[in-house]
């Protein structure tokens, strides 16, 4: 509709042009054919599947570590399930856990005996991880509760297996194994055996190819070969084998130590042990790789043909007319008023359609900002008559608190009556602050404090810097309005506190308000130097066990989503407050609502 629209618009030539060049008028029709035009070489030479076939290979690579891989593992998870059976067997042999330890030594040596290799030894530790009984002789009472193994049971509370280690008397190359015992939830001991790596080289290497390497691998980096291919050359690169450690990958393609392009897999066998095989990918990749060279050569060849005349075509039908049309663009957002786009000759018609409503819309644009213009000082004018009218309000509030407490003889009320007109002093300072700042919706943090606390002193009686010093340290931030006035607040509430309780008979301190931020979290902290919350609440003007000013405080803190602290000592007393810094326009949600109130 829209190109038909600009065509009918757009001044007749004289007398009626070839078909042709009505049909390449629009850009549009222009890329289209210029676009079949270089498709056509791709087209024939995507159909040969030279990136497939050189995929395919890497493939049949990494299906063949898969197949290696999940077989091996089967093998070798028989031997840890025949351990598991063994451990929890002996496990359940009370004569074992708690009989005469010679009789517990004949025991395990005779099941060592059955075992064919498998296992190294076998032993039992009790519950403080000295040594109990083995089928290897070893000094009874030495103890393995620092052993990797041990902790691992006694906390995982389950069937576990070690790194890859160093029998302590056998002086073999093992994995072990530990069940803990517990009777009625109480350690009672642990029982124990060494998975013996060289009998799982025996299991691996008469599967395994000329091509295939495999190895044992722990999580702290160290590794055992299990076949005759798995040298040093053939392990993965730092990387790669740091992938494999971590779990993060299952399987990898990747260079060896030797520069020889493998295909590594690596599947968990139970904690932190882990299966990697490594398989050479050379001979799969090379047959494929010779025909990728050769189709992208030719592919190369036609493509610079085509492309060529694709960019010479682009750049006389498309690119040259839409410079044109991008300098008059530059050109009017540096001088403003009215776009003019120039006479455009030889341009399609899309782009004088775009000149066109571009010109149209800079008339209609100018207009509009004139009506943002008037409507955003209408505004601004607004919100501060309104900041202005409730700070006035929330003064006259705070006035008639004043002069009601005048009236009352309850000393306690009295002070009820000064708490809730601090509070309101509190909100119609943050109201002033918020329309003298240029948004109306932040304030300056630094400034707002100072003047805040030394309100609070004033209403209290005190002056900053006589009996009690105050020190206000914030940086220069702006924080919202819903942030803020939860946060002036748990100030008022904190340092009102201060002043009137942690300072009796005419004692001098200092009470400090501070305000740190560290990446996108703020840090609140009020603190004194006075007698502390301990020896305040003996003080009879206190409300015993915490009372509306600490709902407050909590309920705040609660809002606005804060970690809040309070430690008190005979130093004095410190309050805590951490929270996350919202971003801009975030509104306080029902739930923060509801639990502030």
């Known amino acids: 509709m829209g190109a038909g629209a600009s065509e009918v618009g757009h001044a007749p030539h004289p007398g009626r042009p070839p078909i042709l060049v009505r049909l390449l008028a629009s850009v549009r029709a222009r890329l289209i054919g210029l676009t079949l035009i270089g498709a056509i070489p791709v087209a024939v030479l995507v159909g040969q599947s030279a990136v497939d076939l050189y995929r395919e290979a890497g493939q049949a690579a990494r299906e063949r570590v898969a197949l290696v891989r999940e077989a091996a593992v089967a093998r070798h998870q028989v031997v840890i399930d025949g351990a598991e059976q063994i451990l929890t067997a002996l496990a359940r042999n009370d004569a074992v856990i708690a009989g005469d330890p010679n009789a517990c030594d004949r025991a395990l040596i005779e099941v060592l005996s059955l075992q064919g290799g498998r296992y190294s030894n076998i032993w039992v530790v009790d519950g403080a991880g000295r040594t109990r009984c083995s089928a290897i002789p070893a000094p009874r009472g030495e103890s393995f509760a620092e052993a990797a193994w041990f902790r691992d049971a006694v906390q995982k509370n389950r069937f576990v297996l070690s790194e890859l280690q160093v029998g302590p008397i056998t002086q073999r190359n093992i994995v072990a194994a530990a069940q803990p015992v517990r009777r009625e939830r109480d350690l009672v001991a642990v ?24 190895w044992l691998m722990d999580d702290g980096g160290r590794s055992f070969p299990l076949t005759d291919t798995a ?19 299952t399987q990898v393609d990747a260079p060896s130590m030797g520069g020889e392009p493998y295909a590594y897999g690596a599947m968990s066998l139970g904690d932190d042990l882990r299966l990697v095989v490594g398989l050479a990918s050379e001979t799969y990749q090379a047959a494929a790789r010779r025909a990728v060279i050769r ?17 010479i075509g682009a750049h006389m039908s498309v690119i040259r007319p839409l410079r044109a049309l991008s300098t008059a663009v530059a050109s009017w957002r540096s001088r403003g008023g009215r776009f003019d786009p120039g006479p455009l000759r030889g341009a399609p018609t899309e782009v004088h359609a775009l000149a066109q409503a ?15 213009r008037a409507a955003l000082a209408s505004r601004d004018l607004l919100m501060a008559e309104i900041h202005h009218r409730v700070k006035n309000n929330l003064q006259i509030v705070a006035s008639l608190l004043n002069l009601q407490a005048g009236r009352v003889r309850s000393a306690e009320a009295r002070a009820a009556f000064g708490t809730a007109r601090d509070r309101v002093r509190a909100l119609a300072t943050l109201h002033r602050h918020l329309y003298t700042h240029s948004d109306f919706e932040t304030i300056a943090l630094g400034t707002f404090l100072e003047e805040l606390c030394g309100q609070l002193f004033e209403a209290l009686g005190e002056t900053p810097g006589e009996r009690i010093a105050l020190k206000v340290s914030a940086p220069d931030l702006t924080l919202g309005s819903d942030e803020a006035v939860p946060l002036a607040l748990i100030i008022t509430e904190a340092v009102t506190n201060a002043v009137k309780y942690a300072f009796p008979a005419d004692r001098s301190g200092t009470v400090s308000v501070t305000v740190s931020r560290e990446g996108e979290t703020l840090t609140l902290t009020v603190r004194d130097d006075g007698i502390g919350i301990d020896a305040s609440q003996q003080n ?4 015993p066990g915490g009372g509306l000013g600490k709902m407050l405080i909590d309920g705040f803190a609660r809002q606005l989503g804060a970690t809040l602290t309070t430690e008190s000592s005979a130093a004095g007393t410190e309050l805590r407050l951490t929270m996350a810094i919202r971003r801009r326009g975030r509104q306080t949600g029902p739930a923060q609502a509801a639990a502030a109130a």
Do not use: F
């Not at 571009?358 to 100018?366: P, Q, W």
């Not at 009879?540 to 409300?543: A, G, H």
């Open 231 to 249: 040298t040093e050359a053939t392990l993965p690169v730092l990387s790669a084998w740091a992938a494999l450690r971590r779990g993060t990958v």
């Open 358 to 372: 571009m010109t149209a819309a800079s008339t209609a644009l100018g207009a509009r900002e004139e009506e943002l």
């Open 295 to 311: 189709r992208m050569i030719e592919l190369g060849v036609l493509l610079v043909a085509c492309l060529g005349a694709v960019a």
């Open 540 to 543: 009879e003007e206190t409300e």
């Open 191 to 214: 029982v124990g055996l060494g998975l013996s790596l060289d009998h799982l080289v025996l299991q691996t290497r008469p599967a395994a190819r000329a091509d295939t390497a495999l």
